[in-house]
């Protein structure tokens, strides 16, 4: 396994439990965003590849990042990205900040308390937002939100994959004083079913996370595309419905994904939503039905 692309898990951006540069998005932008996923993409494969000890995997993310920046030229996927921001003429820091994710995903297992993990989200999460947004030309004034919504769509996968990431990485999200408080271990992740207190701990986290994704809910009428507002929109429905599932369900014995059908569904309802409100200056939907 030579290169990078060797390291790859197979999985693609149409496995990704949200929308990436879906048929919502305007074509001229689809081209950067996929080259800006496969980067990503791969990087997080070479975190958790299974294989790889811990030097090999720093030295691989350091390689794209120097192909990124333009001192190498080996990895394919960090040349597309490369080239692919030079020809919009956007930086590549988004894309750095990532590699800063991943070298934590090797490197720390655990995380003390929430303030740590939202650190974590500041690194593996805010950028692809603002990435977006920027590919959008869209102004840093819906950072803020976009952030809000980020972080708690990576959390929520956290809370999704729990048990497959502490059994298979030893790599714990969780935050250890939530644990504690609940009278939970990092033991319990492994189990097939969720002891109370480990349930208990899962639910507050889910509540903390639906309370920070609608600190985003407005940002589907601050972006001025409308496009990338549909998109946006799509996403946070998703998420809505997923943080319900994780406020009630164990993640351990018990599905917490959303089926195609579902999404389906939820995707028209909130293109048709955001369209209404941005035509009439409503409100979001989380804003008008308070616990939707």
């Known amino acids: 396994m ?31 965003i996929l080259a800006f996923y496969n980067f990503v993409r791969t990087a997080d494969d070479i975190a958790d590849h299974a294989s790889l000890d811990a030097s090999a995997k720093l030295a691989l993310l350091d390689e794209l990042e120097a192909d990124l920046i333009g001192q190498g030229g080996g990895q394919r996927e ?14 590549p820091r988004h894309a750095r900040d990532l590699l800063t ?22 690194y593996s999460a805010m950028p692809v937002g603002r990435f977006v947004l920027d590919v959008h030309g869209e102004s840093t004034v819906t950072w803020p939100a976009s952030d809000a919504v980020c972080a708690a769509l990576q959390i929520s996968n956290h809370l999704q994959d729990c048990g497959k990431d502490f059994r298979e990485l030893n790599r714990v999200y969780i ?13 319990e992740l492994g189990a097939a079913r969720a002891s109370q207190p480990l349930l208990s701990c899962l639910h507050e986290l889910a509540n903390n996370n639906e309370a920070l994704l609608r600190e985003g809910d407005t940002l589907e009428l601050q972006v001025a595309d409308g496009r990338v507002a549909c998109e946006i929109a799509v996403i946070q429905s998703y998420a809505r419905h997923i943080v319900q599932l994780l406020k009630t369900r164990d993640p351990l014995s018990q599905r917490v994904h959303l089926g195609k059908g579902a999404m389906a569904a939820l995707s028209l309802s909130a293109i048709a939503g955001v369209l209404w409100r941005r035509a009439t200056g409503g409100v979001p939907l989380s804003r008008s039905t308070p616990g939707a």
């Open 175 to 187: 935050p250890e004083d939530a644990l504690a408080r609940h009278g939970a271990t990092v033991g």
């Open 78 to 91: 960090a040349v597309v990205l490369r080239d692919a921001l030079a020809a919009r003429g956007l930086p």
């Open 2 to 32: 030579s290169t990078a692309s060797d390291l790859r898990s197979g999985k693609t951006h149409r496995d990704e439990n949200f929308p990436v540069a879906s048929w919502i998005i305007h074509p001229r932008h689809r081209a950067v």
């Open 101 to 122: 994710a991943f070298r934590m995903d090797v490197t720390k297992l655990r995380y003390r308390n929430w303030d740590e993990l939202i650190h974590y989200c500041s």
